[in-house]
Structures are given as structure tokens and as C-alpha cells.
């Protein structure tokens, strides 16, 4: 490009002739002049997001200071009491740790495979096309979609799990041990192929030569992975684990669907509890306190992912 | 490094096809005869029918509420990228005052989590009487799209050279005649990649949905799907149907315009 650089422009011909011979007036008055431009291009977009997002934020943090029950017709202002409540909630801790676990599992499976998919798909010629359609068919259904898939397939009498599994009979979703471990292979289903794409397009970044340099020195596929792959692919599995991880703490519709949170609340998460709160048994102050808590929990980890990120040299 | 051998190829092909063996099986099972759905094996039906679909098309709110979901899908798109593209271009190329706390809050707005906003939005749908509508869920929609927008088509515009732009300001277009003529041509990639995922968050958005609807007149496919009407017992096969309906226009965006799809979900991710 052979266009003046962006400095020499403000100046530019009309401003300066028109500005009597004072070209740092007419650099101010055009700075104003972009500056009120930018903002009213900026605002429309700021006032929607202020009135669907900051402003609701602001109210559900009201919200949850108070004791509102409508089909008892009480309101009335209650301070922390909402969140007094929670800290001795058995039910709430239980869905803390439903969450956390949910949170870990998934996001750790999802890192395992991702990466092993990527892996595959490396080198891949014949069919590349078919082969992210594939991929990236479980990531594109609607959560609704994905949990019907499995309901269908956890059934007891005619579900392909069990087929697979020689004829088991076992309940996944109506037993205790097994809902939460089936929860989260149908979102980790879903989910793994961001993670796999985001680790492919990683992956063909980085010189063959690396590899053909270590094939030389003799280095085996196992100590590739190790000391080349896994190194070089460290910061876009972090990326991977933060954008996961905020997903899988704010997960709702797979649990929802699946199990509403049972049996017996082994999986019923922050959402879940938040959402049965807030429009089942009609507490939207308690329901609203949960959600604060999801909010806080969710804003706390970006917070620690994005401090860790820097330190990796990432301006995240 | 050597080519790989085609074998190997197929062979990934195929494991790929056994990952999505869940949506498969569901598609099979949706054309399953009603009386051999409970039993298994075989795994192959005797003969496929389409019975399911005609259930679920003439006697479900299914098809009512495939158009649901793609008329908001469409505003929604069309209202995001909107306000995203203008929003994206001032904080690319403008002065704005506060830059750098609007992007972080932007990619705050990203992570957001929805069951945090739902009961201030839920009052406020009810106060201003847009329960059961679509522009409740427009709004909603919006509000967690819009961020995103924004974030990538601030990245993307970050390709486009600022040179030109100025180059047309010089010749004496105002910004919005530049980002018309200038700008908008070499940034459509960019706004096909942004749409696409916008229309999919919007089509798979679910919790919104199911609060703010009530009836057939805004209820989206997955609330429908999620409600399924069930008598006495559960309609594997209706729903299995129901909810391939609700996956073709995700599966031929991934299929049809998957470039557009895989710039987009890359460029969320890595434009930091």
C-alpha cells in the first residue's frame, strides 16, 4: 500500500485550506469531529446492550436482596438474607459441587479429545471437508436437539448405550451414580469439536521442518507429542479451557432436559437450582441470589484465566 | 513430513462418522415403523416410513414453531449485525473516548451468563407486555449476540486497511459513504461469518425461549421439541422427527457454508 501514513492525513488538503493556515486547529477540530462520529456510531449498540444487559444486572443484584415470593403477594427488601440462606443451603453447596464437577469433567474431556481429534485430523487429505462436517455436526444442534439425542439413546429397554453395552439394563438417567457421568458425555459430545477445531487450525500453523528436524534426531511419535506438540499447542488449550469452562459453568439446558436436576439433585447445578427458584416454586429473590452467585462464580474464573493468560505473554 | 496414506484418511473418516453416530441413530430412528421402536435389536428396521414426520408436521405445533425460530433467527441476525457493524466500525477507526474499558466489557458481555439476567428480564417482558412474543425474544436474542458481533467484527475489520477509508474521507466521503463503498465490500466475509453464527446462537438459544413464550405464536423448535406432547407414554419416534426438523438448518449451515462457520468460530477465539 502506498498511501500517505495515517498522520499526514488530518491535515489533508481540504481541512488545512479551508482552516486559514492553522493546521493544528484543524487537526483538533477533525479529532473532535471523528470523535463525535465514532460515538454516535457506537451508541446504538451501547444504549440495547445498557438496557438488555447492564441495566438487568443491576436489577437482578436488587432483586436478590429481596424476600419476593408474587403468588403470596410478599415483597419487601431482606438485605443478604438470600444469601445468609444459601451459605447453610445443603441443597446449595450440592449444586456448587455438581457444578464444579460437571465443569471439570467436561472441560477435561473435551480437552483429551479435542486435542486427539486435531491429532487425526492433522495430514488429513482425502475428505478434509467431510470430515469437519462431521466434526462439527454435534457442535451446530440446538442443546434441546443434543438432549433428546441421548435420552433417547441412555433408555433402558431400547437405548444403543445399552445395546452396546450387551444388552445392559441400567437406568443412566434415573440412577444416581450414572445421571451425572451421562449429563456430561452428551455436553462434552457437543462441545468437544470446538475444542478439536480450535487445536486443528493450532496445529497446521506449526512447520514441518520442527517435525522432520526431530524425526532426524531420531525423536519416537510419543516424545514428539510431548516435547513438540503439546508445548507449542499450550496456549490455544488454555484459550480452549477458558472459553469451556465459562460455558460449562453456566451449562443449563442439557442438565434441564435430560434430568431436571435429579434424580435425588446429583444433578441439579447453580442454573438448574437458579432456574427451579425463579419459576417453579416462584422465589425470585432466592432464584435471583443464585444467579448472582453463577454470575460472580463465572466472572471470578474469566478473571483468574485472563491474570493466568497474561503471565503466558497473551494480551487476552 | 510424508504424505499420509489413504487408508489412514478413511479410517479418521470413519471414526468421525462413529462420533456422530448419536445424531444418526436419531435419524434412523425417525423413520422407524411406531411398533418397532422399543425393540433392539435389530438395529435395521424392517422398512422406513415417514409416519413420524407426518405426525409431527400435521398434528404438533412443529412447523409452527420452525418459524418461529427462523423469524427471529432472521431479526435477530439482521438487528445484531446492524448495530455490531456500526458499533465495530466506530471502535476500529474512531477516537472513541473509553475504548479500552468498552472492549473489555464487551468480552465480559461474551461470557455472561443468561440464568443471571433471566428474572429482571422476565419482569420487564411482563411490564412492557411482550410475553409471548417475538420481539421479547428478539431483544433477548440480541443481547447476548451483540457482543459477539461487535468482537468479531472488530477483528475482522482490523484486515480491512484504514488506508482506503482515508483515502476516500480525502476525496470527501463521510464515514458512512466509506464504510459503504469502502469498507463493507472487503468486510462481507467477515459479516457472513458474524451472521452465521449470530442465526445459529439465535436458533439453539433455549432458556430464553422457553421463559418468555407461553403458546404456538412465539414458541421456537426447541421449546417445542422440549415440550413435546407425550399422552401416556413417550413418542420416541415423533420426537426423533421433531427433532430432525429442528437440526436441518444448523446441519446445512455446517454443511453448505462450513468456510464461513470455521472463520468465524476461529476468529472468536483467536483474535485476542
Known amino acids: 500500500m502506498s498511501a500517505p501514513p495515517r498522520a499526514g492525513v488530518p491535515a489533508g488538503r481540504g481541512a488545512s485550506a479551508r482552516a486559514g493556515g492553522d493546521p493544528g486547529a484543524a487537526a483538533r477540530r477533525r479529532h473532535r469531529r471523528r470523535r463525535r462520529q465514532g460515538l454516535l456510531l457506537v451508541a446504538p449498540a451501547l444504549i440495547v446492550l445498557a438496557a438488555l444487559t447492564a441495566y438487568p444486572t443491576l436489577w437482578v443484584l436488587w432483586l436478590s436482596l429481596q424476600r419476593r415470593i408474587p403468588i403470596f403477594g410478599i415483597e419487601r427488601f431482606e438485605g443478604l438474607g438470600n444469601f445468609v440462606f444459601l451459605a447453610g443451603d445443603p441443597r446449595f453447596w450440592n449444586a ?3 457444578t464444579l464437577g460437571f465443569a471439570v469433567a467436561s472441560v477435561g474431556l473435551e480437552l483429551v479429545g479435542g486435542l486427539a481429534v486435531a491429532l487425526m485430523l492433522r495430514g488429513q487429505r482425502v475428505g478434509r471437508r467431510a470430515a469437519i462436517s462431521l466434526l462439527l455436526l454435534s457442535w451446530a444442534l440446538p442443546s434441546v436437539v443434543t438432549a433428546k439425542l441421548f435420552e433417547w439413546l441412555f433408555n433402558p429397554t431400547a437405548g444403543l448405550v445399552n445395546f452396546a453395552l450387551g444388552g445392559a439394563a441400567l437406568n443412566w438417567l434415573g440412577d ?6 451421562g449429563v456430561i458425555v452428551a455436553d462434552a459430545w457437543r462441545t468437544l469439536p470446538f475444542v478439536a477445531l480450535l487445536c486443528y487450525a493450532r496445529l497446521a500453523t506449526i512447520p514441518p521442518a520442527i517435525y522432520e528436524a526431530a524425526q532426524m534426531d531420531g525423536a519416537g511419535a510419543l516424545a514428539t507429542f510431548w516435547r513438540i ?7 490455544i488449550l488454555l484459550i480452549a479451557v477458558l472459553f469451556r469452562t465459562l460455558d460449562a459453568l453456566r451449562a443449563f439446558d442439557v442438565m434441564f432436559i435430560l434430568t431436571g436436576g435429579g434424580p435425588a439433585g446429583t444433578t441439579e447445578t447453580l442454573t438448574v437450582y437458579a432456574y427451579r427458584s425463579l419459576f417453579q416454586t416462584l422465589q425470585l429473590g432466592l432464584g435471583s441470589a443464585v444467579g448472582v452467585a453463577v454470575f460472580a462464580l463465572v466472572m471470578a474464573v474469566a478473571w483468574g484465566y ?11 | 513430513m510424508t504424505p499420509r496414506a489413504l487408508w489412514k484418511d478413511l479410517a479418521v473418516l470413519a471414526a468421525l462418522a462413529l462420533y456422530a453416530v448419536p445424531f444418526f441413530w436419531q435419524a434412523l430412528t425417525s423413520l422407524k415403523p411406531e411398533a418397532e421402536l422399543m425393540v433392539l435389536p435389530p438395529l435395521w ?12 408436521l400435521e398434528r404438533s405445533p412443529m412447523l409452527r414453531a420452525l418459524g418461529n425460530s427462523l423469524g427471529v433467527g432472521a431479526i435477530t441476525t439482521a438487528l445484531s449485525l446492524g448495530l455490531g457493524a456500526a458499533a465495530a466500525y466506530g471502535l476500529a477507526r474512531f477516537p472513541v473516548p473509553g475504548k479500552g474499558a468498552l472492549l473489555l466489557a464487551l468480552i465480559a458481555g461474551t461470557a455472561f451468563p443468561q440464568i443471571a439476567t433471566v428474572s429482571p428480564l422476565y419482569l420487564l417482558v411482563r411490564a412492557l407486555d411482550l410475553r409471548d412474543t417475538w420481539l421479547a425474544l428478539i431483544l433477548a436474542n440480541t443481547s447476548f449476540a451483540l457482543p459477539l458481533v461487535i468482537w468479531l467484527l472488530a477483528g475482522f475489520l482490523r484486515d480491512v486497511p484504514a488506508e482506503l477509508e482515508e483515502a476516500a474521507a480525502v476525496d470527501g466521503a463521510g ?3 466509506a464504510f459503504r463503498w469502502v469498507v463493507l465490500p472487503l468486510l462481507a466475509p467477515g459479516l457472513a461469518s458474524s451472521a452465521l453464527l449470530t442465526f445459529l446462537l439465535s436458533w439453539n438459544e433455549f432458556l430464553f425461549a422457553y421463559t418468555f413464550t407461553a403458546t404456538e405464536a412465539s414458541r421456537t423448535a426447541p421449546v417445542a421439541l422440549a415440550l413435546f406432547p407425550g399422552v401416556f407414554e413417550v413418542p420416541w419416534g415423533d420426537i426423533a422427527a421433531a427433532s430432525m426438523l429442528a437440526s436441518l438448518p444448523p446441519v446445512a449451515l455446517v454443511v453448505g457454508l462450513q468456510r464461513y462457520l470455521v472463520r468465524g468460530l476461529l476468529a472468536g477465539a483467536l483474535r485476542e
Open chain 1, 96 to 98: 456448587v459441587r455438581v
Open chain 2, 175 to 177: 464515514p458512512v459513504r
Open chain 2, 45 to 56: 428396521p424392517s422398512r422406513l416410513t415417514w409416519e413420524h414426520y407426518q405426525v409431527v
Open chain 1, 176 to 181: 444416581p451414580a450414572l445421571a451425572l457421568p
Open chain 1, 306 to 316: 485472563l491474570r493466568a493468560l497474561r503471565r503466558e505473554g497473551l494480551t487476552a
Open chain 1, 229 to 235: 506438540t503439546l508445548p507449542l499447542s499450550r496456549q
